[in-house]
């Protein structure tokens, strides 16, 4: 998939675990381990937004896309 979540490369970055993510943004472990491990077909804006406050990121740190000939 052109898509992959690269939010434990941001995690390690900021030197977090994805427990301490899950509490300050109020969802469930497992909620934030399907994002983590990009097995969702979706993400609330909210859910982003929140992700982007507590680690001090922009979208686009969390979310990679690399294009591959057949999206064309």
Known sequence: MPIRIT??????AKNMKAKQ?????EVSETHLSL????????VRFS???KL???LDC???DLIAYTR???DL
């Open 7 to 12: 939010l434990d490369d941001v995690l390690a």
């Open 21 to 25: 993510v899950a509490a300050i943004i």
């Open 47 to 49: 859910t982003l937004a």
């Open 52 to 54: 982007c406050a507590a």
């Open 68 to 70: 591959a000939a057949a």
């Open 58 to 60: 922009q979208p686009g």
């Open 35 to 42: 994002f983590r491990t990009g097995k969702v077909r979706g």
